[in-house]
């Protein structure tokens, strides 16, 4: 492992160091710096103007200074001479509270000194798109089931290829790629890992995404509902709890046969408690899984073309179905289906973990579990809490939610509550060609 960002130029012929922050809207946000000045860098970070991004920080601030962590450098597979690492924030040598990675870096530690390291893989859906995002770039994807189709699949096989070779490389061990549910669709798979890790690959793979689409003359998303009436795009995420880090974990903590139906599929006592904490956090959780307007076109859809939305709009638990928010496809672990696209990488990572603790310290109970098809029968269903309709609803429930805002960080939960709020209130003064088509003529 890289720990001298300078030796690791001299070794391996990297000129340059892209350091990157991500915000809390997600973005990446990043500065070009030359090997020469690495090592300076490396000790005191890049400045930046954090009132210029999205972290609730004003113009008055002093520089925000963003310190790379070697550990986590990953040269660019498309351009040797260049490496990102991905950097943690600080302000007069405290960290910046509600900067997404030292969320998830503090919950990780919170985690750890209870004996639980929680890993997770995710699946992160995208199109492509043509370059100004308006149309998919296949002209010929237009069948009304898409999901594994073999010859659109070889119209872009030039991209998919690429990127799948460039996580061979980077030793991700990715193991399938496919043309997801709606046209245009795409789905690539690599292993599970800690969920530091899991959330510095997610937003590599996002960058690296964009990139090589880019490269391509196509334009990647992962916004979460990008073409009206097809499915869109999700990002699941698959989560086990065990007992060490890294190699080191050789128990999964999630596994085993605890009392009544979360036994029966596989899950231990401190797994159900777990799970518990996710279904009793579900609305408030939203808010982070599914953080954009757009987020909520995705939940609560009608029906795609395709034949279904394959993403929930109510809070229920399942074995190995895929019709519920929460899958438990097989023992010792469980799949959420809640998060989508738009999801910030680490914020996800810490909401999860957030909910989970506070389920095992309070013995959350994750309640009854439904075996039914929730597309087709989802209205039998009783006392089971609705998701939130829209971005506004997810707000108020995290606003609601004392416990979740607490295990988040004070000071993170005011700032993304402050910024989120002033990005519905923006999306609400603006005139859409709706209201003029429907109040025009009344
Ligand atoms: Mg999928």
New binding site residues.
């Given amino acids: 492992m890289a720990t001298d960002l300078a030796k690791f130029a001299a070794d391996n012929g990297v000129k340059y160091f892209m350091i990157s922050f991500t915000d809390l809207f997600g973005g990446q946000r990043a500065k070009l710096v030359p090997a020469r000045a690495i090592a300076d860098m490396q000790e005191d970070g890049a400045g930046f103007a954090g009132f210029a991004t999205w972290l609730d920080l004003t113009p008055a601030h002093p520089d925000m200074l963003a310190v790379p962590d070697p550990e986590a450098v990953i040269i660019l597979p498309w351009n040797k001479e260049i490496a990102w690492v991905p950097a943690n924030c600080v302000m007069e040598d405290e960290p910046v509270e509600q900067a997404p990675r030292n969320v998830l870096c503090r919950l990780i530690k919170e985690a750890a000194a209870e004996g639980l390291h929680v890993k997770t893989g995710i ?1 992160a ?1 995208f199109f492509l798109l043509t370059p100004a995002g308006d149309q998919i770039s296949d002209e010929y994807d237009t069948a009304a089931k898409p999901c594994y189709d073999q010859q659109a699949f070889m119209r872009r096989l030039d991209v998919i290829r690429e990127i799948s070779d460039h996580m061979l490389e980077l030793g991700w061990n990715p193991y399938q790629n496919d043309h ?2 709606a046209n245009g669709q795409w ?1 690539m798979n690599w292993d599970f890992d800690d969920a530091l890790n899991t959330a510095d690959k997610h937003s590599f793979f996002k960058f690296m995404v964009k990139t090589v689409a880019e490269k391509h003359g196509y334009r990647a998303t992962f916004m979460p509902k990008p073409v009206e009436g097809l499915t869109g795009n ?1 990002c ?1 995420a698959h989560i086990s709890v065990w007992d060490a880090p890294g190699d080191k974990s050789k128990t999964n903590v999630f596994a085993g046969d605890g009392e009544g139906q979360t036994g029966e599929v596989g899950l231990s006592e401190r797994g159900k408690h777990f799970l518990g904490g996710i279904m009793k956090h579900a609305s408030a959780l939203a808010a982070i899984t599914n953080p954009t307007v757009n987020s909520y076109k995705r939940i609560n859809a009608p029906r795609t073309m395709s034949g279904a939305t ?1 993403a929930p709009n109510t809070v229920t638990w399942t074995g190995n179905n895929r019709t519920h928010m929460v899958r438990v496809p097989g023992p010792g672990r469980f799949e959420l289906r809640l998060p989508d696209g738009a999801a910030n990488p680490y914020l996800l990572q810490a909401v999860i973990i957030a909910a989970g603790l506070s389920g095992i310290r309070s013995k959350a109970d994750p309640g009854k579990r439904h075996d039914i098809d929730m597309y087709a029968e989802g209205h039998k269903v009783r006392g089971a809490p609705k998701l939130p309709l829209n971005m506004l609803d997810a707000m108020r429930a995290y606003n609601r939610d004392k416990e979740l805002k607490a295990a988040m960080g004070e000071e993170f939960s005011a700032a993304y509550l402050k910024m989120k709020m002033q990005e519905w209130d923006d999306f609400t003064s603006h005139f859409s060609a709706w209201e003029k088509a429907n109040t025009l003529d009344i």
């Fill in positions: 699946e859906e997801e549910d789905e999700g699941h394959w």
